[in-house]
């Protein structure tokens, strides 16, 4: 057979494309390109203490409530929710919204309060689904034990919108002796993460018709502030509390290892992942690192509570998948590695842009 | 998962490594073909775990890569055209073409979606049939049976409105033009399970026998690949070099023969063009013409493309296993998956993309 050498062009490549004019889908996912556009857009013309600490909520204080009394702390959070569909299995966007809010307050130790709901619903829109959705609102409120008091309506022309957008604000307070932030966590402290990884984005996924199989996969969505008062009533020694969201658990301990400069090593073999998730993750190419949750917090917790946090946790009904994945060292600081399955060790890097399924 | 966690233990793992070890007596140079297997490898640190006189060398087998950016400028004018709906893989998304990439087609107010099979695009066409309904189909052989099936179904259905951008792309002529390349470093090949699933191994044979050199049918689970390293370096070391099958739970020589029929009914062999490798002869596959009237190229007026393509990276020696990623000046610094300056950072699959995302230091 005859010899086949190409001509080689020599190196060639495409000019980069960094999207730095225009918005694309990827500025929302959560990872790298979200935080460039925070830093580049939004940061330098907003900046102040309590913004710039790039945690779950704003940590601000009120000062001179009473005489002779500590300032009162607050937590302040906002969330807005475009999820599609509507409806998922185990959840919905009303639910999704409270929780979401609860959550981001709940990951400072704070306990959440008061929360504002504001709605954009697009012309053509069933009042039924609407009132299912703030049937469900209320629900969620409830089972958190908060309440819901300021709202606002918008409505936009059919296709300005997708059926209903919801944004949440909400405060919580905190009690003077806690002191939970991303900055926090040392060489020596225990990753806790308190259950099953990316049950969210693949139930989104089914109820999208895009997994093109069935799974029994329910959202995670849930409320977690009685876990967090359960595991702070155990310990005094958590040093980081967050819930990773979009981008999931790889993009928030990135965050958490720059924002402590700490490394973070993880042990793949003990990361909590549903069979059915890491099956249909496994199918489409996914990673479920990088799948979304919303009903799952990471715990980032001194050495001698390790235990008892870990124990407390499972108690509660959200935390009984509770598992200890990790720990904190000074090697690599901002780096998150994962010693994998079969002994070798690799980079666990936030997620890019937007998360695309694999070709084959 | 069952069928997937025993080929992830790692006690199973270590054995065969130990094995590889017991066994290698000098230094061997051996390439992965498949994308996938790189991401495995790199995904597990299964390399960290081998002796240091196994090289691993990345090979060019990431279809995303090595699509044309012809052909990624082609896709990018379609989807930009008046009432198409394009719908592609989702890897393709983010290749960027000369100006601009699928993303920012989308963003601009194309109707660009992401599908997992081009039977799913055939049925966007028949929900949709005021559109023309478009499917990039592109890949190795894995990809090729699923994308000439919805052709042929188009054809018995009479769905006019849905038509493919084909580019495929076949691993045994790049074989050959590794192995036929003057400053060839490979003397063993581990060949892609996935692609053998499909086309069998028997086209291997003459390719082995002409340049002496050990290939192995290999898996993707890393019990898999380094099973498939261990008999690469035995048959190394015995000086030997034939085809073996290391992935006979899913390979048979023959191949899956309704397939590759419907292979041969849709498509013939052309010269490709591979990015940054260059025209490989016969190393593609087109529609015949007498499915023309599904051919994308045909239905859309895209004779006009001009591409500009600036030389700035090492994208083209990468895939040919020439260099590795991190001997690349603008590895991990102007070059990231979020600012790709060549297409193996710009796949999920690429080797770039591999080491950028587990192994930077």
Request: aromatic residues 18%.
């Given at each position: 057979m005859k010899t086949i050498t190409p001509p080689l062009d020599g190196p060639v490549c495409p000019l980069p494309l960094t999207h730095h004019d225009q918005i694309v889908l990827g500025h929302g996912s959560g990872g790298k390109m979200t935080h460039d556009l925070i830093a580049k857009v939004f940061r330098p013309p907003l900046s102040n203490p309590a913004l710039d600490a790039g945690d779950d909520a704003a940590v601000v204080q009120v000062c001179n409530v009473a005489p002779n009394q500590a300032p009162l702390r607050l937590a302040v959070s906002t969330d807005s929710h475009v999820v599609?569909?509507?409806?998922f299995a185990g959840g919905d966007i009303g639910r999704l919204a409270v929780c979401g809010t609860v959550n981001d307050l709940a990951m400072m130790g704070a306990k959440p309060l008061y929360l504002t709901a504001g709605f954009v619903i697009e012309e053509g829109l069933d009042i039924a689904v609407l009132q299912q959705v703030v049937t469900s609102m209320q629900a969620a409120a409830q089972e958190a034990r908060v309440q819901i008091v300021a709202g606002d309506t918008k409505v936009v022309q059919k296709g300005k919108a997708d059926k209903l957008f919801i944004n949440t604000s909400g405060i919580g307070s905190i009690n003077t002796d806690i002191h939970i932030n991303g900055s926090n966590a040392q060489p020596g402290d225990i990753v806790i993460v308190s259950g099953t990884l990316g049950d969210h984005g693949i139930a989104v996924l089914e109820a999208r018709g895009e997994l093109g199989f069935e799974t029994n996969i329910q959202s995670d969505?849930?409320?977690l502030n009685h876990l967090v008062e359960a595991i702070l009533s155990v310990s005094h020694q958590i040093h980081v509390l967050r819930d990773p969201t979009r981008g999931g658990l790889a993009t928030s301990l990135n965050e958490i290892a720059a924002q402590s400069q700490v490394g973070i090593l993880l042990e793949e073999n003990q990361i909590p992942v549903h069979p059915t998730t890491a099956a249909a993750c496994e199918m489409l190419g996914f990673d479920p690192l990088y799948v979304a949750n919303e009903g799952k917090l990471i715990a980032i917790v001194g050495p001698d509570d390790a235990q008892v946090v870990l124990d407390a946790m499972r108690a509660t009904l959200y935390g009984a998948g509770a598992a200890i994945i990790g720990e904190v060292g000074s090697?690599?600081?901002g780096r998150v590695l994962l010693k994998t399955a079969i002994g070798g060790t690799r980079i666990v890097d936030v997620l890019a842009g937007e998360m695309l399924p694999r070709i084959c | 998962m069952k069928h997937i966690e025993e080929y992830r233990d790692s006690h199973l793992v270590q054995g065969v490594i130990a094995e590889i070890r017991r066994m290698t007596t000098r230094r061997w140079v051996i390439m992965e073909i498949c994308g996938g297997q790189t991401h495995a490898i790199m995904r597990y640190g299964l390399d960290q775990l081998l002796p240091a006189e196994i090289e691993l060398v990345h090979g060019p087998g990431c279809p995303v890569c090595v699509t044309s950016l012809e052909l990624v400028d082609k896709a990018i004018a379609i989807a930009s055209s008046p009432d198409v709906i394009f719908t592609s893989y989702g890897d393709m998304l983010r290749v960027p073409g000369s100006r601009q990439d699928l993303f920012s087609v989308r963003a601009n107010g194309g109707d660009v979606r992401v599908v997992y099979s081009p039977l799913d695009a055939l049925e966007t066409a028949k929900q949709n049939p005021a559109k023309q309904v478009v499917f990039l189909a592109i890949g190795f052989e894995t990809t090729a049976p699923a994308n000439g099936m919805s052709v042929l179904q188009a054809q018995k259905q009479g769905i006019h409105n849905f038509s493919v951008l084909v580019s495929h792309v076949r691993v045994p002529p790049a074989m050959h033009a590794i192995l036929g390349a003057p400053h060839n470093r490979i003397q063993g090949f581990l060949a892609a399970g996935h692609v053998c699933a499909v086309?069998?191994?028997?086209?291997y044979l003459p390719i082995s026998r002409q340049y002496h050199v050990p290939m192995v049918v290999t898996g993707f689970e890393p019990l898999d690949i380094a099973q498939g390293i261990l008999m690469t370096v035995r048959q190394l070391e015995q000086g030997s070099a034939r085809v073996e099958n290391g992935y006979t739970r899913l390979v048979t020589k023959e191949g899956n023969q309704s397939a590759q029929a419907v292979i041969d009914r849709v498509f013939e062999s052309c010269d490709q063009k591979w990015r940054g490798i260059g025209v490989i002869p016969h190393s593609g596959w087109r529609l015949k013409p007498e499915f023309s009237a599904f051919d994308a190229e045909t239905r859309?007026?895209?004779?006009?493309i001009k591409t500009d393509e600036p030389p700035v990276c090492i994208a083209g020696l990468i895939l040919q296993g020439?260099?590795?990623?991190?001997?690349?000046?603008?590895?991990?610094?102007?070059?990231?998956?979020?600012?790709?300056?060549g297409a193996t950072m710009v796949s999920s699959e690429g080797a770039c993309a591999a080491y950028y995302r587990y192994r930077r230091d």
């Open positions: 599609w569909p509507l409806f969505v849930a409320p090697h690599h600081p | 086309m069998g191994y028997w086209e859309f007026d895209i004779s006009e020439l260099k590795k990623p991190y001997e690349c000046p603008a590895f991990g610094t102007q070059c990231t998956p979020i600012t790709p300056l």
